[in-house]
């Protein structure tokens, strides 16, 4: 239970986690034109139910390209400036600040952070992408194969497994990609330097990675019951529904995106602020 939870004495226990979760939360809610960039941070939870659906949607083979859509929004190139300039404004110092010079952090500061690394950080997505897609890819055609031919009972035994595979998987890939996003943000490093930076974080330490990941899954499923219990109180105000959840899903971004800096830092990721040789320098 304690590999779990963690000890004090551990680089990043559960308490730790869940303590700057609660810091990024109380950061992040404060009103700011920067939620539009918390809007389109991916949390760690999404290649995952991209991956459960696209696999028991594999029977049907109209919906594979509906299940595609579901990241369209992450694949418009200017939409990544936004992404991983949040992601560099998202260590305290640098947060602090954006806020000490304008009194809040706005997306006019996510902007600025995020000039120069459009580019890497696309491609970096690209990269994450196809490592799903190998994956998906494969059960999504051993699952239409069996289904074709009718051994509907055999797709069940068989999806099963590949279905938590799939799901698993994607998870190890969407940590992957958060620690690399920080460090391409932070350092200005190129695709490949971040991914196998952010992996070797993620060996450094596989259970404080973990207890990471599932911090930010809590936050998930916080917000999707959230938004559920809401529905159901207040399903006849339907505008104001999707106002409400467009605003909570903005700042549970912003959220994100603070904690995993907090997160990348206690695996041991440097920053220019740090003053190592061979990083850019500090600054935005």
């Known amino acids: 239970m304690s590999t779990w939870i963690g000890n004090p004495g551990?680089?990043?226990?559960?308490?730790?986690?869940?303590?700057?979760?609660?810091?990024?939360?109380?950061?992040?809610?404060?009103?700011?034109?920067?939620?539009?960039?918390?809007?389109?941070?991916?949390?760690?939870?999404?290649?995952?139910a991209f991956g459960a659906r696209a696999t028991l949607d594999s029977w049907d083979h109209d919906a594979m390209p509906e299940a595609a859509g579901t990241l369209l929004p992450f694949l418009v190139p200017p939409l990544m400036l936004f992404v991983v300039g949040l992601a560099r404004l998202s260590t305290p110092r640098g947060w602090d600040a954006a806020v000490e010079r304008n009194g809040r952090a706005r997306l006019r500061d996510?902007?600025?952070?995020?000039?120069?690394?459009?580019?890497?950080?696309?491609?970096?997505?690209?990269c994450v992408l196809l490592l799903d897609l190998i994956v998906l890819g494969g059960s999504y055609l051993v699952l239409s194969s069996v289904a074709d031919q009718g051994a509907t009972t055999v797709a069940y035994l068989i999806g099963g497994p590949l279905l938590l595979f799939s799901c698993a998987y994607?998870?190890?890939?969407?940590?992957?990609?958060?620690?690399a996003l920080h460090s391409l943000a932070q350092n200005r490093r190129g695709v490949v330097s971040a991914l196998q930076h952010g992996w070797r974080l993620a060996q450094n330490d596989p259970w404080a990675t973990v207890r990471s990941a599932?911090?930010?899954?809590?936050?998930?499923?916080?917000?999707w019951a959230l938004i559920a219990f809401g529905a159901r109180i207040i399903f006849c105000f339907l505008p104001f529904l999707w106002v409400a959840h467009a605003c909570l899903t903005a700042i549970t971004?912003?959220?994100?995106?603070?904690?995993?800096?907090?997160?990348?830092?206690?695996?041991?990721?440097?920053?220019?602020?740090?003053?190592?040789?061979?990083?850019?320098p500090a600054g935005l």
């Open 110 to 126: 996510a902007w600025t952070a995020g000039k120069g690394l459009l580019w890497p950080t696309y491609g970096l997505w690209i």
């Open 214 to 223: 599932l911090v930010d899954c809590a936050l998930s499923l916080a917000l």
């Open 253 to 280: 971004g912003v959220a994100r995106a603070l904690y995993w800096g907090r997160v990348y830092r206690a695996l041991g990721g440097l920053t220019p602020e740090d003053g190592v040789p061979g990083l850019p």
């Open 170 to 179: 994607a998870a190890v890939i969407s940590v992957l990609f958060q620690l």
């Open 10 to 48: 551990d680089r990043l226990s559960l308490r730790a986690a869940q303590s700057a979760l609660a810091d990024s939360v109380r950061l992040a809610a404060r009103p700011s034109w920067i939620w539009l960039a918390g809007f389109m941070y991916p949390s760690v939870m999404l290649l995952p």
